[in-house]
Antibody, heavy 118, light 109 residues
Framework: EVQLVESGGGLVQPGGSLRLSCAAS????????MSWVRQAPGKGLEWVSV???????YYADSVKGRFTISRDNSKNTLYLQMNSLRAEDTAVYYCARDPPGTGVFDYWGQGTLVTVSS | DIQMTQSPSSLSASVGDRVTITCQAS??????LNWYQQKPGKAPKLLIY???NLETGVPSRFSGSGSGTDFTFTISSLQPEDIATYYCQQYDNLPPLFTFGPGTKVDIK
């Protein structure tokens, strides 16, 4: 059974850092494209970043230069390192699987809440 | 960047009604259009991929159609468990960019 479990969210001050984790089971992270998608309170969905099976990484303009996506193949886990956090980064962050080349998010985690506030 | 619009932003319908949501892309996206259902407090769930393909396990009352810039999502007979917000999503691969529509909130009248 495919499962994605996020962790690492919490309250952080503006300018601070946080690292989110997404532990996968039932499939191999490194064989898929994996994305982070976020949702601000009461708002819609916003794609944040993707890491390809080959290791290439891409980011939304809103987080470029501040966030870094990575994975640990030995732990079958996806990460999102978030630096220089701003109030507008407050959101539930979801990890999602995207079978290579499809552009389809077929499995999602339950989400982890990040709150940026002083 | 490709922009996605959805209409209506919300709707209220009776159980058994046919519900239709439209999604429009700012430029031709072929059939690279997916539909998701999100219930309050839950993660989104894939319903339709590549404009018209029903994801495994999704009830057949859900359907999608369209290509190019104009797409339609239909619930043929609204059920109480269909109360949710529905999002369309397109995919660009050069460079990769995933764009969601603003969502349509569906309620029971």
């Amino acid at each position: 059974e495919v499962q994605l479990v996020e962790s690492g969210g919490g309250l952080v001050q503006p300018g601070g850092s946080l690292r989110l984790s997404c532990a996968a089971s039932g499939f191999t992270v490194s064989s898929n494209y994996m994305s982070w998608v976020r949702q601000a309170p009461g708002k819609g969905l916003e794609w944040v970043s993707v890491i390809y099976s080959g290791g290439s990484t891409y980011y939304a303009d809103s987080v470029k230069g501040r966030f870094t996506i990575s994975r640990d193949n030995s732990k079958n886990t996806l990460y999102l390192q978030m630096n220089s956090l701003r109030a507008e980064d407050t959101a539930v962050y979801y990890c999602a699987r995207d079978p290579p080349g499809t552009g389809v998010f077929d499995y999602w985690g339950q989400g982890t809440l990040v709150t940026v506030s002083s | 960047d490709i922009q996605m619009t959805q209409s209506p932003s919300s709707l209220s319908a009776s159980v058994g009604d046919r519900v239709t949501i439209t999604c429009q892309a700012s430029q031709d996206i072929s059939n690279y259009l997916n539909w998701y259902q999100q219930k309050p407090g839950k993660a989104p769930k894939l319903l339709i991929y590549d404009a018209s393909n029903l994801e495994t396990g999704v009830p057949s009352r859900f359907s999608g159609s369209g290509s190019g810039t104009d797409f339609t999502f239909t619930i043929s007979s609204l059920q109480p468990e269909d109360i949710a917000t529905y999002y369309c999503q397109q995919y660009d691969n050069l460079p990769p960019l995933f764009t969601f529509g603003p969502g349509t909130k569906v309620d029971i009248k």
